[in-house]
């Protein structure tokens, strides 16, 4: 058998071959598991083991939420609810500087938490703010800029497809996960928040202050009780029920989009043709996400069968280094895989080698699981290739990259401080997690 | 290539792009069943406290059904996410050269994983071999998902490796 430090570079640089040829991220990983059985495991009946490793890596109730989450996303986006929600805040908001910009992240933090599609997220706010921003003359970086920021806080706020992808992955409690994301992601939003009202008051002329239509008390307690609070049932559907421990998270899924058609139906926003494109958008997202799980998950059972796991393994410990540090090199790797990739092949292909080394050298795996994720969340927005940079090229057509790409540099700052922050004091997303029943 | 794609072409290419949709449409069905028996699940077992035991198991098996049914018509889509940092950059003729080598050995991969599906399927039905729960399901019927859903995938990455590039005689 070859030496693992051999074949390890040799698996990993093979696939990233294969992805920058443009090789689809599901079949990459499935070429390179046949190859890898064929040569380390003499084909033939190893195959075998393969089908059985595809029916079982998918047959789980527990990879049910990743359709689920996404399609509350969908609904939300498809019928006209979050429109609706959008224009009751938009009059509880007085005449303050950058207040569009607080309106965005206001409104992209509550769809965060009805909705597990960064990418459905930001379209949707991109699509509803970024023109009446124009019009009123905001700088990139406090419209453009909280879009991003807050369109991708969908993937940590639960519900988060993601999250539920990387639990699974890394055999990790997903209730557990799904609740510790809370108080990060709404941290994140509220830094945001900070940020914009330093900018703007800084420098007014980024964000012009402008007449808006007063509105009378009674309009604004009629825009909030009519379209904002009848959201809070939906995530009291998906996180209210998680923490009671009526159900477990992918009972709480379910729930959340019975509720979320519910909520549709009841503002009369439901129609044959919403649930249509609701469901074609659910469809390609989840096959596309269960396709990669059911053949990618062989990758890791490579990585262990090769001796690459174990040798890193003992490699790193060997090492002694402080647990920090490690966890500084792991999320460095992320970060630089991050710009380039794609998040839930990233998710495959490191946390098969994380996962061993943190468990030995002692660090808690929920605390791990969190920072991953915002350094996930930061990947949608760094360049080159940053999802969610190219979402909003899509909305804005006539903005140079370059300024998109400086207008997310902020956010992704706060992003990096708010990882700091959990390494320094864990207990901003462990607190939550112990109130779980 | 000169002269219009034949009449048999042209059906097998609606032949299978209406295999895929239909198989898309089964797909999108099981999802919104699986919303419907799990929420029933947490009514019938809270409110009635009679747990509906085999939902569970159920929906496990769409989980598989719902990629494997989904994959051909996501592929046509081009919906199976890849990255094109190098692929996006590179002068014309090369890229749809390169994009049709790419499709011809994801088909092959496909083809090669829905052949061993076969046999997998083949062998547990002419064992009688169940899956161990509650509903004692018989495990080909399960496992025949693998073979149909990467085989209509093989079917669709030949199409896209044989179908002509933009500037060749024939475009669709």
């Given at each position: 058998?070859?030496?693992?430090?051999?074949?390890?570079?040799?698996?990993?640089?093979?696939?990233?071959?294969?992805?920058?040829?443009?090789?689809?991220?599901?079949?990459?990983?499935?070429?390179?598991?046949?190859?890898?059985?064929?040569?380390?495991?003499?084909?033939?009946?190893?195959?075998?083991?393969?089908?059985?490793?595809?029916?079982?890596?998918?047959?789980?109730?527990?990879?049910?939420?990743?359709?689920?989450?996404?399609?509350?996303?969908?609904?939300?986006?498809?019928?006209?609810?979050?429109?609706?929600?959008?224009?009751?805040?938009?009059?509880?908001?007085?005449?303050?500087?950058?207040?569009?910009?607080?309106?965005?992240?206001?409104?992209?933090?509550?769809?965060?938490?009805?909705?597990?599609?960064?990418?459905a997220?930001?379209?949707?706010?991109?699509?509803?703010?970024?023109?009446?921003?124009?019009?009123?003359?905001?700088?990139?970086?406090?419209?453009?800029?909280?879009?991003?920021g807050?369109?991708?806080?969908?993937?940590?706020?639960?519900?988060?497809?993601?999250?539920?992808v990387?639990?699974?992955?890394?055999?990790?409690?997903?209730?557990?996960?799904?609740?510790?994301?809370i108080?990060?992601?709404?941290?994140?939003?509220?830094?945001?928040?900070?940020?914009?009202?330093?900018?703007?008051?800084?420098?007014p002329?980024?964000?012009?202050?402008?007449?808006?239509?007063?509105?009378?008390?009674?309009e604004?307690?009629?825009?909030?009780?009519?379209?904002?609070?009848p959201?809070?049932?939906?995530?009291?559907?998906?996180?209210?029920?998680?923490f009671?421990?009526?159900?477990?998270?992918?009972?709480?899924?379910?729930?959340?989009?019975?509720?979320?058609?519910?909520?549709?139906?009841?503002?009369?926003?439901?129609?044959?043709?919403?649930?249509?494109?609701?469901?074609?958008?659910?469809?390609?997202?989840s096959?596309?996400?269960?396709?990669?799980?059911?053949?990618?998950?062989?990758?890791?059972?490579?990585?262990?069968?090769?001796?690459?796991?174990?040798?890193?393994?003992?490699?790193?410990?060997a090492?002694?280094?402080?647990?920090?540090?490690?966890?500084?090199?792991?999320q460095?790797?992320?970060?630089?895989?991050?710009?380039?990739?794609?998040q839930?092949?990233?998710?495959?292909?490191?946390?098969?080698?994380?996962?061993?080394?943190?468990?030995?050298?002692?660090?808690?795996?929920?605390?791990?699981?969190?920072?991953?994720?915002?350094?996930?969340?930061?990947?949608?927005?760094?360049?080159?290739?940053?999802?969610?940079?190219?979402?909003?090229?899509?909305?804005?057509?006539?903005?140079?990259?370059?300024?998109?790409?400086?207008?997310?540099?902020?956010?992704?700052?706060?992003?990096?401080l708010?990882?700091?922050?959990?390494?320094?004091?864990?207990?901003?997303?462990?607190?939550l997690?112990?109130?779980?029943? | 290539?000169?002269?219009?794609?034949?009449?048999?072409?042209?059906?097998?290419?609606?032949?299978?792009d209406?295999?895929?949709?239909?198989?898309?449409?089964?797909?999108?069905?099981?999802?919104?069943?699986?919303?419907?028996?799990?929420?029933?699940?947490?009514?019938?077992?809270?409110?009635f406290?009679?747990?509906?035991?085999?939902?569970?198991?159920?929906?496990e098996?769409?989980?598989l059904?719902?990629?494997?049914?989904?994959?051909?018509?996501?592929?046509?889509?081009?919906?199976?996410?890849?990255?094109?940092?190098?692929?996006?950059r590179?002068?014309?003729?090369?890229?749809?050269?390169?994009?049709?080598?790419?499709?011809?050995?994801?088909?092959?991969?496909?083809?090669?994983?829905?052949?061993?599906?076969?046999?997998?399927?083949?062998?547990?039905?002419?064992?009688?071999?169940?899956?161990?729960?509650?509903?004692?399901?018989?495990?080909?019927?399960?496992?025949?998902?693998?073979?149909?859903?990467?085989?209509?995938?093989?079917?669709?990455?030949?199409?896209?490796?044989?179908?002509?590039?933009?500037?060749?005689?024939?475009?669709?």
């Open positions: 058998m070859i030496e693992w430090w051999i074949l390890l570079p040799l698996i990993i640089g093979a696939l990233l071959i294969l992805l920058v040829l443009g090789f689809p991220v599901a079949f990459a990983f499935l070429i390179i598991n046949l190859a890898g059985i064929e040569l380390l495991q003499g084909g033939g009946r190893a195959y075998h083991q393969l089908i059985l490793s595809i029916y079982a890596s998918v047959t789980s109730f527990s990879l049910l939420p990743i359709p689920l989450f996404v399609l509350m996303g969908e609904i939300l986006w498809h019928s006209n609810i979050a429109g609706r929600a959008l224009g009751a805040m938009d009059k509880l908001l007085g005449r303050v500087p950058g207040r569009l910009s607080f309106l965005t992240v206001g409104s992209g933090t509550v769809f965060a938490a009805l909705s597990g599609s960064t990418v997220n930001t379209a949707m706010l991109g699509s509803m703010l970024l023109p009446s921003m124009k019009a009123r003359g905001y700088a990139h970086d406090l419209s453009m800029g909280p879009i991003m807050s369109g991708a806080l969908a993937m940590l706020i639960p519900p988060s497809a993601l999250a539920v990387y639990a699974t992955v890394a055999k990790v409690s997903i209730g557990k996960l799904l609740v510790a994301l108080v990060p992601g709404l941290l994140i939003a509220a830094l945001y928040v900070v940020y914009i009202m330093i900018r703007a008051k800084l420098s002329e980024s964000a012009p202050a402008y007449d808006v239509d007063k509105a009378s008390t009674r604004k307690i009629e825009g909030l009780v009519r379209y904002v609070l959201l809070s049932i939906i995530v009291f559907l998906v996180v209210g029920v998680i009671l421990g009526v159900a477990t998270p992918t009972e709480a899924a379910a729930l959340g989009c019975l509720g979320s058609f519910g909520l549709a139906a009841a503002y009369r926003d439901l129609d044959v043709k919403r649930v249509i494109l609701a469901l074609k958008g659910t469809l390609s997202i096959v596309m996400m269960l396709t990669i799980m059911a053949v990618a998950i062989g990758f890791s059972q490579l990585l262990a069968y090769s001796g690459a796991s174990r040798g890193l393994l003992e490699f790193v410990t090492m002694d280094v402080s647990p920090i540090v490690m966890i500084l090199l792991m460095l790797i992320v970060l630089i895989l991050g710009c380039f990739m794609e839930i092949a990233i998710m495959l292909i490191t946390l098969p080698i994380f996962i061993p080394i943190i468990k030995a050298l002692g660090i808690d795996p929920i605390v791990f699981a969190v920072i991953t994720l915002i350094n996930l969340e930061i990947a949608l927005m760094t360049p080159p290739f940053g999802l969610l940079l190219f979402v909003l090229k899509g909305v804005a057509r006539d903005v140079p990259m370059k300024a998109i790409y400086l207008a997310a540099t902020p956010y992704i700052l706060i992003d990096v708010v990882i700091f922050l959990i390494l320094i004091w864990p207990e901003i997303t462990l607190a997690t112990r109130l779980v029943r | 290539m000169t002269g219009g794609p034949s009449a048999m072409t042209l059906n097998l290419n609606r032949l299978l209406r295999i895929e949709d239909g198989l898309a449409v089964i797909a999108a069905g099981l999802l919104l069943c699986a919303v419907l028996m799990v929420s029933l699940e947490v009514v019938a077992r809270y409110f406290n009679s747990p509906l035991s085999w939902t569970f198991e159920v929906t098996y769409f989980l059904f719902i990629p494997c049914l989904g994959m051909g018509w996501l592929a046509r889509h081009d919906g199976h996410v890849s990255i094109d940092i190098v692929t996006g590179l002068p014309e003729p090369l890229r749809s050269r390169l994009a049709r080598v790419v499709a011809l050995c994801v088909s092959a991969a496909c083809l090669f994983v829905a052949v061993w599906g076969a046999i997998a399927t083949w062998e547990s039905y002419s064992k009688g071999a169940r899956i161990e729960a509650i509903l004692q399901t018989p495990q080909f019927l399960i496992y025949s998902a693998i073979p149909l859903g990467f085989f209509v995938c093989a079917l669709e990455y030949a199409r896209k490796a044989l179908r002509a590039a933009p500037g060749e005689a024939e475009s669709t």
